[in-house]
């Protein structure tokens, strides 16, 4: 892994929102999923780690988008989360992920990735998290990815493409779309291994 992605480490993220600015808006779910490599280099879907979490005081909260994934920030049933007790949780796995790769930092993995990272950084600075374990403004960005090697850019019809499942009805909970954004991510960099585009060849040598 520590040689395949320049000793980054793959970490699919997905938040589910109250909207979209990432400043203002409530982080409300937040999933992650780590990527294994077999010992022969092939990338498979690990462990998933999702938490609901309390909408930060203040933060604004969207009808329209509550409308959109169906969530009750205030249900009881959520056994929703502080903010900054969540991420601090999440990031253990993820810290003991890149050490046990040899990796230098991970790097985020998403559907339209830089939506993630926003509010994943967001949310990490305004709760003094400093040892944040992503890269700061580099990511892995699945809509870009499929786009190239499937010709669509949205998830669904991008897993329908790669022969992967999708079920819309599950769709906007940010453990299922976390999950199937990593089936689509090692989908995506196990074909591109198949059809001989890594490892990279040895450069020509000229001779004089």
């Known amino acids: 892994m520590q040689q395949r992605f320049r000793g980054y480490l793959p970490v699919v993220i997905d938040v589910e929102t109250g909207g979209f600015n990432d400043k203002t808006d409530a982080l409300l779910e937040i999933a992650a999923v780590l990527v294994e490599m077999d010992d022969d280099g092939w990338l498979e879907r690990g462990e998933t780690l999702q938490y609901n979490i309390q909408p930060f005081e203040g933060a604004n909260l969207e009808k329209a988008a509550l409308e959109f994934t169906g969530i009750d920030p205030w249900s009881p049933l959520r056994d929703a989360r502080p903010e900054g007790e969540a991420l601090?949780?999440?990031?253990?796995?993820?810290?003991?992920?890149?050490?046990?790769?040899?990796?230098k930092r991970a790097i985020l993995v998403g559907h339209n990735a830089t939506f993630d990272l926003g509010f994943l950084k967001e949310a990490a600075e305004r709760n003094e998290i400093r040892r944040n374990p992503f890269h700061p403004f580099s990511t892995f960005d699945t809509a870009a990815l499929a786009g190239l090697a499937l010709g669509h850019t949205v998830l669904a019809e991008s897993c329908r493409l790669a022969g992967l499942s999708f079920d819309n009805k599950e769709a906007h909970s940010a453990a299922y779309d976390a999950e199937k954004t990593a089936d689509l991510f090692c989908f995506i960099v196990n074909r591109w291994k198949a059809l001989g585009g890594w490892p990279l060849p040895e450069p020509a040598t000229t001779s004089e």
Do not use: K, Y
């Not at 601090?88 to 990796?103: G, K, S, T, V, W």
């Open 88 to 103: 601090r949780e999440l990031f253990q796995p993820i810290r003991r992920a890149i050490r046990r790769n040899q990796c």
